[in-house]
C-alpha cells in the first residue's frame, strides 16, 4: 500500500502513536469502564486527564507560574474578539488595539477587533515581516496583536532576530495556532498566547489560551460570561463544559511530545525538514516561493508552478502517490505544503523527490 503523507493545513496529521493509543482506549479507559466522551468533565478520571494536560504543556512551553492556561472552545478565529473584549477594558474606552498585519489571518484579526475598539494597522507586508523600526505604534494601546506564523501565506516570524524581545513595555498578544510547540518561545515576553488545537495540538475544538494573570477580570461588560477569561481560568476551564476529548487527545500528543524531546527537538526537526523543502524549491525553475527568506514559514510552505496550467496534473499526480492535501488555500492559490511536528522527514522526502520528478517530467 501507498504510504500516505497528509499536508493540510488544518484540521491535519497527528502522530500515528496518540492515534493508536486513543484507538485502544475507546472503548474503555484505563478500565473505568467507559470511553473519555462518556465521561463527567467533573469526575476523577476526566480531572487527571485535565490535569495531566495541563502540566505537560505548562512544562513543554516553559509557562511561568504567573500565567493561565486555558482550555476553551470557539477556535482561533472567537479570540479575534473574546481577546478586545477580556483586554481593551484595561484601558479608557474606546480603547486602540494595534496591529502587525502579515497576511490572511492577523487581517481578519484586524477586522474583528474594529466592532469593539479603535485598530491601528501599525505595519503591514503579507510576504514578510515588516521591520520593527517601521511599526508605528500608538502611544498607550491596549495590546499589540500579532500572527506569529501566518498559516496562508507563510510568513513566520524570526524570532531569532529580536522580534518581539525589542517591543518593551508593550503588551504583546500572539496568534500562534499553526506554529505552537514547533520552536521554543519565552511566553514571558507576552502577555497573552493563543493558539487552535488542530495544527501542533490535537483535534479541531480546543483553543488554548495562556494569559498573564494581572490582565484577568477586566472584560467589557458585554463579554459573554463563558468567554469571560477569568471565569475560565477561576474554574480551571471547567466554566461550562470543556471539549473534553479534544483535551484528552491533546494530553496525548503533549506526552508524546515529551518522549519525543520536547520542543527544542521539534525545533531541531522543523528546521530540518524546512529546509530540505525550501532547498528543492529553491534550486528548481519549475517552482516558485513568494516569502521574504527570513520570513519563510517552517510548518506552512507555499508555492507555486510557474506554469499553472499543471496545477491540477501536479495534484492528481501527488494524490497517487499518497501526498495529500497539497492544494494551496483558495484566496491565495498555487499549492501549499504543511509540515507541521506529527509530520516525519520520510514525508517531506517524499514531496521533495515528486517534486523533482514532476519537474522533469512536465517541465
Ligand atoms: N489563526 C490562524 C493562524 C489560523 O491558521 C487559523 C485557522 N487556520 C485561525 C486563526 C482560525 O482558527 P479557527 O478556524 O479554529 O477559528
Given amino acids: 500500500m501507498t504510504h500516505i503523507y497528509n499536508f493540510s493545513a488544518g484540521p491535519a496529521v497527528l502522530p500515528k502513536e496518540v492515534l493508536a493509543q486513543a484507538a485502544a482506549e475507546m472503548l474503555d479507559w484505563h478500565g473505568s469502564g467507559m470511553s473519555v466522551m462518556e465521561m463527567s468533565h467533573r469526575g476523577p478520571e476526566f480531572i487527571s486527564i485535565y490535569k495531566a494536560a495541563e502540566r505537560d504543556l505548562r512544562e513543554l512551553l ?3 507560574d504567573n500565567y493561565k492556561i486555558l482550555f476553551m472552545q470557539g477556535g482561533g478565529l472567537s479570540q479575534n474578539a ?4 477580556n483586554l481593551a477594558g484595561h484601558k479608557p474606552q474606546p480603547a486602540t488595539i494595534d496591529f502587525i498585519h502579515t497576511g490572511s489571518w492577523s487581517a ?3 477586522k474583528e477587533a474594529a466592532k469593539y475598539a479603535n485598530v491601528n494597522v501599525a505595519a503591514s507586508s503579507a510576504t514578510s515581516v515588516p521591520p520593527q523600526s517601521e511599526w508605528k505604534l500608538t502611544p498607550g494601546a491596549a495590546y499589540l496583536h500579532m500572527c506569529t506564523n501566518e498559516t496562508i501565506d507563510g510568513v513566520e516570524y524570526d524570532f531569532d532576530s529580536g522580534v518581539p524581545a525589542s517591543q518593551e513595555g508593550v503588551l504583546l498578544v500572539a496568534d500562534m495556532s499553526s506554529h505552537i510547540l514547533s520552536r521554543r518561545i519565552d511566553v514571558s515576553k507576552y502577555g497573552l ?16 489560551v495562556i494569559v498573564r494573570e494581572d490582565l484577568l477580570g477586566k472584560a467589557l461588560p458585554a463579554c459573554p460570561s463563558a468567554f469571560d477569561f ?10 461550562n463544559t470543556p471539549p473534553t476529548y479534544g483535551i484528552y487527545i491533546a494530553g496525548l500528543v503533549f506526552q508524546w511530545l515529551k518522549q519525543q524531546g520536547g520542543v527544542a527537538e521539534m525545533e531541531r526537526r522543523a528546521i530540518a525538514k524546512a529546509k530540505l523543502l525550501y532547498d528543492a524549491l529553491d534550486a528548481s525553475d519549475f517552482y516558485e516561493t513568494r516569502v521574504a527568506k527570513s520570513n519563510r514559514s517552517r510548518m506552512n510552505v507555499p508555492f507555486y508552478l510557474k506554469d499553472e496550467s499543471k496545477n491540477e496534473a501536479f495534484l492528481a ?3 497517487a502517490r499518497g501526498l495529500l492535501q497539497l492544494k494551496g488555500h483558495k484566496s491565495v492559490g498555487g499549492m501549499r505544503a504543511s509540515i507541521y511536528n506529527a509530520m516525519p522527514i520520510e514525508g517531506v522526502q517524499a514531496l521533495v523527490d515528486y517534486l523533482n520528478e514532476f519537474a522533469s517530467s512536465a517541465g
Wanted: net charge positive; charged share 15%.
Fill in 317 to 319: 499526480g501527488a494524490k
Fill in 108 to 110: 481578519k484579526s484586524i
Fill in 82 to 85: 473574546l481577546i478586545p473584549l
Fill in 193 to 208: 498566547i493563543f493558539a487552535g488545537a488542530q495544527k501542533n495540538i490535537g483535534p479541531a475544538g480546543v483553543t488554548i
Fill in 62 to 64: 516553559a509557562v511561568p
Fill in 230 to 239: 477569568k471565569l475560565v481560568a477561576d474554574n480551571e476551564s471547567m466554566y
